[in-house]
């Protein structure tokens, strides 16, 4: 029984540690990035905010149950007389505690979408439009808003006036934005961030939540425009969304993309900065690069997969005097 | 959104409360929707003994007190009738919950409408900016397209 006790403390403590300590210098590399996001190309800077963000996180799961799991029950004797430490105790407790907390905001965020969703759903029919293959749902109401909901399925909810305002290439232009949020997972990546964002003020000293929403909506809207739809439409639909919209506040806690995201600090300077550039510049010229973001991202997978289980053997006993340190 | 929320001691006011009732209160409700006028003893003989005469009239008093219900007294009892039909009570619903999805509601902080107000003001202009081009743009388009 206190071997699995001293395991899980273990384990704990080291997610932990090991979090805090990628956090403090994920910070550090971030203070001195920060600058120079405002320079990259939106999907660029949007990516390094997001892999920034949960490095430490990524981090800390792959030491803890990758690396000292292992050593732990590979080489500690079952039959271990050893106690569990102060240091330990408490440093598991946080440890717990930071796993509680997140698994509560991602219980919390996917709580309140679904009632959302819900209600949404009830009052509303299915649309059916030549070319859009996710399901579409007009909402009844005097409501203006167009969202996306599902982390890896979408659905796209429309209010009434929406679909009354915009015109039918503004509308394909609106949700061809949409469905760029939907081809880089940006509700998962929001449940992910909202899930793993930092206590208090550490969480604004890289722009925070909403640096990233920022970013990940003028990135949409220049996929939009590098997909097909007119700057001039989305602009346009913009322009109209954005004045009926006028005045609400938006929620950060539900996992829905909005076509007019009105975050704390609204996206809408960024997105306009970048619509007038696109209005003058035409469309982005897209790169084909030989390998996409999936491939490089599964062959660097399976890189690091032969790499551990070539080497992890080698390393389980220096891991594993290590975690003296902390047990003592 | 103001009006979602009741200032307490309201009770049957214009604005009724737009929250999620409980599987009582929608069970009355519809009862009441469907009956239009009812007093406490025509839902207990329709209801018991499922449900007992005090849990039903402090339901009533509930949904009055969210003015969800209106009553008038009847010699010495009241009578309850909805203060909206069901449609309107599921259409404000709907917006309230998408309100509160879009605007902050129980999600939002009291500090969080003050801020935006300010950043929608600054918000306007931008928009007015690009409302602009847009149009020179499109009149640019129309020209062109004319001129073919």
Known sequence: MMFYLLCAALCLSVLFVVTAGATALCLLVARSLSLRFENLKPRTAANW???????????????????????????????????????????????????????????????????????????????????????????????????????????????????????????????????????????????????????????????????????????????????????????????????????????????????????????????????????????????????????????????????????????????????????? | MWWFKRQPGSAGSERPALERLGNLESELMEQIWLLEEVCVRDLHSKLAPRLAYTTIMTTLDRLYKKGLLRRRKVGKAYVYFPALSEKEYQGRLTEHFIGLALNGGKFGHAVLSSFVNAVTETDEEMLDRLDLLVKAKQKILRRTESER
């Open chain 1, 49 to 328: 905010l997001f892999a920034i963000r949960l490095l430490p996180v990524f981090t800390a799961c792959v030491v803890a149950f990758g690396f000292v799991l292992p050593a732990f029950l590979k080489l500690e004797p079952r039959s271990t007389a050893e106690g569990m430490s102060l240091k330990l105790a408490t440093l598991a407790l946080a440890g717990a505690t930071l796993i509680v907390t997140v698994a509560m905001r991602i219980a919390r965020s996917l709580q309140a979408t679904a009632q959302v969703e819900g209600d949404w759903r009830r009052r509303s029919h299915e649309l059916h439009m030549t070319g859009f293959s996710s399901p579409l749902y007009c909402v009844e109401g005097a409501f203006p808003f167009l969202a996306v909901t599902g982390l890896l399925r979408p659905r796209v909810y429309l209010g009434r006036p929406v679909v009354e305002l915009l015109s039918p290439a503004e509308m394909q232009a609106a949700l061809a934005h949409e469905m760029a949020h939907v081809r880089s997972f940006d509700n998962l990546k929001q449940l992910l961030l909202k899930s793993l964002r930092w206590p208090g003020a550490f969480d604004s000293l890289i722009g925070g939540f909403s640096t990233w929403v920022h970013a990940s909506e003028a990135a949409a809207d220049e996929e939009a425009v590098a997909a097909g739809a007119m700057a001039l439409d989305l602009s346009s639909a913009l322009v109209k969304m954005g004045r009926i919209a006028r005045g609400n506040i938006p929620t950060p806690q539900i996992l829905a993309s909005q076509f007019t995201p009105y975050a704390a600090a609204s996206s809408l300077p960024a997105r306009i900065a970048r619509l007038e550039r696109l209005l003058e510049d035409g469309p982005p010229v897209v790169k084909v690069r030989p390998l996409g973001n999936g491939t490089i991202f599964a062959l660097s997978l399976a890189a690091g997969i032969l790499a551990y289980a070539a080497g992890i053997n080698a390393i389980l006993p220096w891991i594993h005097d290590a975690l003296e340190l902390l047990v003592r």
